[in-house]
């Protein structure tokens, strides 16, 4: 049972947007910047979004981010089959004194 | 381009401990402003945090684990390493390194993993 809460999967279509949610407490997510990364099996993760809503320079703009009280949402748009991959969610826990992750939402592009 | 690489037994026997060194190249484990950390991914499940440490000397772990985990730095080698202790089935996982970038928190860079099974 992980401390922040994705949607296991999501899918959209070539050309679509998505949105995926991630759900936390006053003692994290309320608390703490949130950062997002994408993992393709046999890679390595990629960074996507931290600070809430900043993307590192190697990050197109059809990747966003942002947060309200103790949510967080990654927004994808122009999807991509190569965008299909698993995305999680991650902050600090003031209350644990650890690094949290969401249990990680699978993305299909159909 | 920053780039870390883990290396170390595949195969670890139940009570015995986890060995796993990281190797970084593109950036100094020395440099002020970055912790260096090791998480996890058991199979089908999602990422875990295990710990890190910073270049002074100073590290965090996870409560679930600590007592049984070390992360330490040789910046003669620019690596860290993980030992994690008295190990379980329940530690078999994909264990990743990464460079965190304080004071944003970000783990910015991470190596490709590798999968360490705790088996007879």
């Known amino acids: 049972q992980s401390v922040l809460t994705q949607p296991p999967s999501v899918s959209a279509a070539p050309g679509q947007r998505v949105t995926i949610s991630c759900s936390g407490s006053n003692s994290n997510i309320a608390s703490n910047h949130v950062s997002w990364y994408q993992l393709v099996p046999g890679t390595a993760p990629k960074l996507l979004i931290y600070d809430n809503n900043k993307r590192p320079s190697d990050i197109p703009d059809r990747f966003s981010g942002s947060k309200s009280d103790t949510s967080a949402t990654l927004g994808i748009t122009g999807l991509q089959t190569g965008d299909e991959a698993d995305y999680y969610c991650e902050t600090w826990d003031d209350s644990l004194r650890a690094a949290v992750f969401g249990g990680g939402t699978k993305l299909t592009v159909l | 381009q920053v780039q870390l690489q883990e290396s170390g037994p595949g195969l670890v026997k139940p009570s015995e401990t986890l060995s796993l060194t990281c190797t970084v190249s593109?950036?100094?484990?020395?440099?002020?402003?970055?912790?260096w950390s090791w998480i996890r991914q058991p199979p089908g499940k999602g990422l875990e945090w295990i710990g890190y440490m910073y270049s002074s000397g100073s590290s965090d772990y996870n409560p679930s684990l600590r007592g049984r985990v070390v992360i330490s730095l040789d910046k003669s080698k620019n690596q860290f390493s993980l030992k994690l202790g008295s190990v379980t089935a329940a530690d078999t996982a994909v264990y990743y390194c990464a460079r965190v970038t304080w004071p944003t928190k970000k783990f910015d860079f991470w190596g490709q993993g590798t999968l360490v099974t705790a088996s007879p």
């Open positions: 593109g950036a100094s484990v020395s440099t002020i402003g970055y912790y």
